[in-house]
C-alpha cells in the first residue's frame, strides 16, 4: 500500500520562502519520477517539478531559479524549497509519484500514486 503525505503547509509574505517535505511508504518503484504539481482554486492541477532515479530535475518556467526538488531515499521524503515565493504560488501542492516510466512529467495522469495535498498562501 503506497502512502504519500505532505508537510510544510504555511502563509509567508511575498520574498519568502517555506520547504516542503512528502514522506512516502510501500513506493518500491525507486527507478521512476516522483514530482509534486499544485493546483489554484479554478485552474487545473499543474506540475511544479520532477526530479527521476538518478537525480535529474526539472522545472516549469514560472518557478526556474526559485524551486528545487530533491529526495532523500534514505528517508523515503521527497522534498521542495521553494525561495521567493509569489502571490501566484498560492496553491495547494501534491506530492506524486509514477509507477512506471513516464512520457511527459508534467502530466499530472502519468502518477499513479498522489499525497493529500497541503497549502501554500502567498500575500
Known amino acids: 500500500h503506497v502512502q504519500l503525505v505532505e508537510s510544510g503547509a504555511g502563509s509567508v509574505q511575498a520574498g519568502g520562502s517555506l520547504r516542503l517535505s512528502c514522506a512516502f511508504s510501500?513506493?518500491?518503484?525507486?527507478?521512476?519520477?516522483m514530482g509534486w504539481f499544485r493546483q489554484a482554486p479554478g485552474k487545473e492541477r499543474e506540475g511544479v517539478a520532477v526530479?527521476?532515479?538518478?537525480?535529474?530535475?526539472r522545472y516549469v518556467d514560472a518557478v526556474e531559479g526559485r524551486f528545487t526538488i530533491s529526495k532523500d531515499n534514505a528517508k523515503n521524503t521527497l522534498y521542495l524549497q521553494m525561495n521567493g515565493l509569489k502571490p501566484e504560488d498560492s496553491a495547494m501542492y501534491y506530492c506524486?509519484?509514477?509507477?512506471?516510466?513516464?512520457?511527459?512529467?508534467?502530466?499530472?495522469?502519468?502518477?499513479?500514486?498522489w499525497g493529500q495535498g497541503t497549502q501554500v498562501t502567498v500575500s
Open positions: 510501500g513506493y518500491t518503484y525507486s527507478g521512476h519520477c
Open positions: 506524486a509519484a509514477a509507477q512506471s516510466a513516464i512520457t511527459g512529467w508534467e502530466n499530472a495522469w502519468e502518477y499513479h500514486f
Open positions: 526530479i527521476d532515479m538518478y537525480g535529474t530535475t
